[in-house]
């Protein structure tokens, strides 16, 4: 059993005593059980959570320094593409971040794609009501970031989304975008 199969074990059996069941048997424990006690039921969710992240990092404990981990390989490259359909940033990036986590590399933030399109004149940054908002500048209004107009129950607002061309922009400039953001 590897060290990564281990901690998942374990994240499984302190989640089955945080929910008040016997990991070892899959019964309810007895209410009068120390185990069933609310600030240790708590603790084992706190426990659960911090395991969980540390299996989500492949079994690393902390964050890796900022960067230090991701390595552009022809592999990552390889396994990038663009959506059919224009997505929001952070639609557009999850799917890249999981496949750094899958390679075992720290994920490039969204803001390191957002701060290298504000670098490069594709987006501008407003002040909106006291809050920085990103628009598209008129030459990524052609390179296909578009503003659209949504409401929600908090009112209207404008969503930035990145049409199939824009998004495959941001893959072609990739290497850009990372080196900027292991440098800041």
Known sequence: M?????????HNYILGLANGVDPSTGEELPNDTCLNNVRLSRCFFYVADIL??????????????????????DEFRANLSAAASNLQISEFTKPIAELAISMGMR?????????????????VENVINDK????????????????????SHYGTYKAILYNTA??????????????????K
């Open 52 to 73: 969980r992240q540390v299996i989500d990092n492949n079994g690393n404990v902390g964050k890796p320094p900022r960067g230090s981990e991701f390595i552009l390989t």
């Open 107 to 123: 994920k490039i933030p969204t803001t390191a794609f957002t701060e290298w399109l504000v670098e490069q004149g594709y987006l």
């Open 166 to 183: 824009a998004q495959q922009f941001m893959i072609d400039h990739i290497e850009k975008i990372v080196e900027r953001w292991k440098n």
């Open 132 to 151: 920085r908002r990103k628009e598209p500048s008129s030459s990524g209004a052609a390179l296909g970031i578009i503003a659209e107009e949504r409401t």
């Open 2 to 10: 590897t060290e990564l199969e281990k901690m998942r074990l374990a």
